[in-house]
Nanobody, 116 residues
Framework: QVQLVESGGGLVQAGGSLRLSCLAS????????MHWYRQAPGKQRELILA???????NTAESVSGRFTVSIDNARNTMYLQMNRLKPEDTGVYYC??????????WGQGTQVTVSS
């Protein structure tokens, strides 16, 4: 059974940093098919980062230059390093995985709150 578990959220002041983790289990993961999403209060969930095995990443403009994704294959974990956080980065952050059979899996989310 595929499971994704996010951790690392919390309350931080604007300008600060947080690192989120997504621990994956239950299958052999293709990290090309893993993504970070964010859902801000009152808004739809949006894709913000998708890692690629060639070390590039697809990044939403709103987080470009501030957020980076990395992968630890040995730990089956994807990380989201968030720097220079802004109040508009507040929201629930989700890890997502789509397998080759088009099944989609989501973690439970982790809350990030950035105070001004």
């Amino acid at each position: 059974q595929v499971q994704l578990v996010e951790s690392g959220g919390g309350l931080v002041q604007a300008g600060g940093s947080l690192r989120l983790s997504c621990l994956a289990s239950g299958t052999t993961f293709n990290f090309n098919a893993m993504h970070w999403y964010r859902q801000a209060p009152g808004k739809q969930r949006e894709l913000i980062l998708a890692p690629r095995t060639d070390a590039t990443q697809n990044t939403a403009e709103s987080v470009s230059g501030r957020f980076t994704v990395s992968i630890d294959n040995a730990r089956n974990t994807m990380y989201l390093q968030m720097n220079r956080l802004k109040p508009e980065d507040t929201g629930v952050y989700y890890c997502h995985y789509g397998d080759r059979d088009l099944n989609e899996y989501w973690g439970q989310g982790t809350q990030v709150t950035v105070s001004s």
